[in-house]
């Protein structure tokens, strides 16, 4: 490819904070680049799994071609590649956006900055990104432009005088936003004769070609029949097919230098083509990769167990299936006395945990129970050796542990001033150590805590946003273990331990946490033939204790002239709903109470 | 009565009123379809005699609704139309529901002269305010007039039927309703917890928050008072909800308990024959179109296979109190009911639901109280 043609490229991709108009902005996009007729565009059709559109954020990110011709009547290509919005996603943001030349910012005209506005900006900047600022929703009553371009300069450093003032949703002032990508995003830079070096930002597995790499290539030429190897992962394979978004696949000859496409080449598996990596040739190849590269690991694991204990290896056979998507769910058979035979599963952050589980039922059409989710322990014993606990049950006894160390993040939340007070009492709560506070401008604070993972993965989210009227914005990243002094909690029912309910857990929360699953526990067994002690306990010492009291009546008073079939119905049906309940011991569970000892407050 | 007994059962769905707890296929305001369904009944009578061929039935029960709401030509009749077309038995016990209301001297005379030899009345509560809550159309005085009228005319075995754990109903009402009922001298007391069921007026009350349920500690205790005293005036506990002086146990009932065989006629009607059961139509047109054009109107019907009839036999056999036999289990089914039950009965023994005699297995006094819990236990086999 010539210089002359790489000079009418733009890679760029969409940021924003959730809600302010980022899907509807790439869907307008398209439609004015003639990528969609209207007739097939579905809304967003850049968020492609249903999930996505229900929740409104973009799970995975994917790349579109444009072609747009200017006034002048010259012509472009675009390149839009979307980004994920969530904080468990981080990395592949960052991964995408090293993907571009540059990014247009969407801030709502009503809303301003938000702290995933920021957080993505600074992801963009890292990037060495060129940023096209756009101010969306200006048709709402509540718009006030002036406020937010003066934002966006005051706290970016931006300058936004001249930012369109769209509306994504009437498709208001888009040519003018595609007018200033072609005129600010710098075109792509790299020379085609170099040694390939092709940055994977994405893959999906297609039943017919196999693993479907999003690439953008820096440095050199990629096409057909090339022998390529994964650096990081040291893969190789031959390239079957190369090509680009239409936003359908469309095989070309080649991808050179500044080209964003995809990579088909007979590859089995997601986990071979991991985002950041970088891609070379066998022949030829690169001294050095992309820099960025990380191996992304699972921060939260969690038990997963069918309802139905014969669908166990219909489980295995979708979270197969779902690995084959996302390389970074993990999966190891484990088995529960509660709940049978399931797996341990390792997700990177709750939100992907939900994800997975929505995913395995709406999907699969399974029906599941799922433990509290748990991080890995380091848990070193009297002898020395370290052991990696996610798994509560696992946890040595309590005399041969010498001491135990727990994950941390650092944590940062951006607020209006007004909810600092509240927000800092939470983190403190959740033994949060402050570490800086600073004034974005005069009704904004960006607080920074470190805080212990497993004291954000329960409820953290929800009682920042309740105790913030929702107004809070919360990111987080891994910084390493630290010791403490955490406790294995047990719930014992009817005297026996069940061990899908144990936790680990700080000793000084165990008390107060231990009381409110008795509590909560008793609320959501049904009272049974006789009384059923439920006991929290850490180690042989009680510490909690409730009582569900034993049923008192559920006989039928009549038997009406010899009407049996309504009784069996009956009958029927209880028996039906004790088949949905977890049978511990004597006492029937229903499938919840594993799952909702979670929620407090 | 013997395990081998056959009843017949005749619905007759028409009501004066409908109570605002009932949940039977019972109508009010169908008075104009009274005599094409007496018609209708004759008809499946008719062709039902061929299933029976002479068997001899053991027991007659005319149900509702409200039986007595026929005239007593007209039930005497349907009854004169039976004996022609059965073989009924000499000593057959032959019961008629009545809502005292509709009863007076010359029809009690009437139907006793015919042969009836057992009156079910409702009486459902022994205050006024209940009564008139539970939507009655009596009064108690008018239960204890008939009650009376029916002493002098030879009627030697009557029932009363009762209601507990009513909304607002305390303790010593209830015990207060069954003196009463003692002291009109019935033979035989069925008290029936109040169940409120979706679809009646109850249900609507209590949804809408204008009925409020009676809690269940107060509505057990009730039930055990009611049970002690009723044992101190010489009743005997035999089922779940019934009470009898000795020898006065309603045949016709005992019937459905030992999951025996019985001829439902009209709409609604239930009937288990040789392993298979069949229900009629719940709608009067409906059953007397049914009946006119095809001679039956059976809207489903089943083969009971030998698992599910060993389960039926528990599920109703555990009603009394007595239990179920284990001979006549064996009997019945060729092996004992622990080769089939003995997990489940050795686990309800552990929780101290059940207890097993040499001849019978039966239900503790805390077992009764939880009889559902205790028969899903049974359904593995199902």
């Known amino acids: ?601 | 009565m013997g395990y081998n007994s056959l009843g017949l059962y005749v619905h007759i769905p028409f009501c004066l009123r409908k109570c605002f707890y009932c949940d039977f296929p019972s109508y009010s305001g169908m008075g104009h379809l009274m005599d094409p369904y007496l018609h209708a009944l004759k008809i499946e009578l008719k062709n039902s005699s061929t299933r029976i061929g002479d068997r001899k039935v053991n027991t007659i029960f005319f149900g509702g609704g409200t039986p007595t709401l026929y005239s007593s030509e007209r039930l005497i009749d349907l009854l004169k139309y039976i004996k022609d077309t059965l073989c009924i038995s000499q000593d057959a016990e032959i019961t008629i529901e009545a809502n005292p209301e509709t009863l007076n001297g010359y029809k009690l005379e009437a139907l006793k002269d015919e042969g009836i030899n057992r009156l079910s009345l409702g009486m459902q509560a022994g205050q006024e305010k209940h009564l008139r809550k539970l939507g009655r159309g009596h009064t108690l005085k008018d239960v204890r007039v008939n009650m009376d009228l029916a002493r002098s005319l030879g009627f030697d075995n009557i029932n009363l039927d009762l209601i507990f754990g009513l909304p607002h109903q305390t303790l010593e009402e209830w015990v207060e309703s069954l003196a009463i009922a003692c002291k009109f001298g019935a033979e035989h007391i069925s008290a029936y917890s109040l169940i409120i069921e979706e679809g009646t007026p109850f249900f609507e009350m209590l949804n809408g928050g204008s009925l409020n349920a009676l809690d269940e500690d107060a509505e057990r205790e009730m039930y055990h008072t009611g049970a002690e005293l009723l044992k101190n005036q010489g009743y005997y506990h035999y089922e779940i909800s019934n009470f009898a002086k000795p020898g006065k146990e309603c045949a016709h009932n005992l019937i459905y308990w030992h999951n025996g065989e019985y001829i439902g006629i009209g709409s609604g009607a239930h009937s288990s024959l040789g392993g298979v059961r069949w229900s009629n139509h719940n709608g009067i047109s409906t059953y007397i179109e049914s009946i006119s054009q095809k001679g039956c109107a059976i809207e489903s019907k089943q083969k009971i296979s030998p698992a599910e009839q060993r389960f039926e036999t528990i599920m109703m056999g555990l009603r009394l109190v007595k239990g179920v036999s284990k001979a006549k289990f064996y009997n019945r089914f060729g092996q004992g009911i622990r080769v089939y039950y003995g997990k489940a009965i050795d686990q309800l023994k552990g929780l101290g639901m059940l207890e097993e005699t040499t001849e019978y297995i039966r239900h503790t006094e805390k077992g009764f109280d939880l009889q559902n819990q205790v028969l899903t236990y049974f359904m593995d086999e199902l």
């Open chain 1, 1 to 601: 490819m010539s210089d002359a043609i790489r000079e009418k490229i733009r890679n760029f991709c969409i940021i924003a904070h959730i809600d302010h108009g980022k899907s509807t902005l790439a869907d307008r996009i398209l439609e004015i680049t003639g990528a969609l007729s209207e007739r097939d565009q579905e809304k967003q059709v850049l968020d492609d799994m249903d999930l996505e559109r229900e929740r409104g954020i973009t799970i995975k990110a994917k790349a579109v071609r444009l072609t747009y011709q200017d006034k002048q009547g010259r012509d472009y290509i675009l390149n839009l590649i979307d980004t994920p919005g969530h904080v468990d996603f981080t990395y592949e943001v960052s991964r995408s956006l090293a993907a571009c030349e540059g990014a247009v910012l969407v801030v709502d005209s009503s809303q301003g900055i938000e702290a995933q506005t920021l957080a993505n900006v600074y992801l963009a900047l890292d990037n060495n990104l060129e940023i096209v600022p756009v101010i969306n929703k200006i048709d709402l009553p509540g718009a006030n432009p002036d406020l937010v371009k003066r934002e966006i300069e005051d706290i970016i450093g931006l300058e936004a005088g001249d930012a369109p003032l769209i509306s994504a949703k009437n498709g208001i002032g888009i040519g003018e936003v595609i007018e200033r990508i072609v005129d600010i995003v710098p075109a792509p830079e790299g020379d085609n004769d170099a040694p390939l070096r092709a940055l994977i930002f994405d893959s999906f597995y297609d039943n017919y070609k196999g693993v479907i790499a999003y690439i953008r290539v820096k440095e050199g030429t990629l096409k057909t029949g090339d022998r390529i190897r994964m650096m990081a992962t040291e893969k190789e394979f031959e390239v079957t097919e190369v090509g680009v978004f239409m936003p359908t696949l469309s095989p070309v000859s080649q991808l050179s230098a500044g080209e964003v496409g995809y990579v088909a080449a007979s590859i089995k598996n997601v986990g071979d083509t991991r985002v950041g990596d970088t891609m070379t040739h066998v022949l030829n190849p690169a001294k050095e990769p992309l820099p960025g590269y990380r191996a992304i690991n699972p921060m939260v694991y969690s038990g997963i167990y069918p309802a139905d204990g014969a669908r166990y290896s219909e489980l295995r056979d979708a979270l197969d299936r779902l690995k084959i998507n996302d390389a970074s769910l993990t999966f190891e058979p484990e088995t529960s006395v509660a709940l049978g035979f399931g797996f341990r599963c390792g997700f990177l952050g709750l939100l992907h945990m939900d994800i997975v589980q929505e995913r395995l039922e709406r999907e699969y059409d399974l029906d599941l129970v799922t433990t509290a989710p748990s991080v890995i322990y380091k848990v070193i014993t009297t002898d020395g050796i370290q052991h990696d606990i996610s798994n509560p049950t696992n946890l040595p006894d309590q005399g041969d542990i010498e001491y135990m160390e727990e994950p941390v993040v650092e944590a940062q939340i951006m607020a209006p001033t007004e909810y600092v007070g509240a927000i800092m009492e939470l983190c403190q709560d959740r033994r949060g150590v402050y570490k800086d506070m600073e004034y974005m401008e005069e009704t904004r604070v960006l607080i920074t805590y470190i805080l212990p993972l497993n004291e954000i993965i329960y409820d953290f989210f929800d009682a920042l946003k309740s105790r913030s009227r929702g107004y809070a914005s919360f990111d987080y990243e891994p910084i390493g273990y630290q010791q403490a002094d955490l406790v294995k909690l047990d719930i014992l029912l009817n005297g026996e331990i069940v061990d899908a309910l144990s936790l680990i857990i700080h000793e000084d929360k165990a008390y107060t946490r231990g009381r409110s699953i008795a509590e909560k526990l008793k609320e959501l067994i049904p009272r049974q033939m006789f009384e059923i002690p439920i006991q929290a306990a850490i180690g042989s010492k009680i510490i909690a204790r409730e009582t569900i009291k034993a049923l008192r009546k559920d006989v039928l008073a009549k038997c009406y002239g010899g009407d049996i079939s309504r009784k069996k119905k009956l009958l029927e049906k209880q028996k039906e709903g004790k088949k949905r309940m977890r049978q511990v011991g004597m006492v029937e569970v229903p499938q919840e109470a594993f799952m909702s000892v979670l929620k407090f407050d």
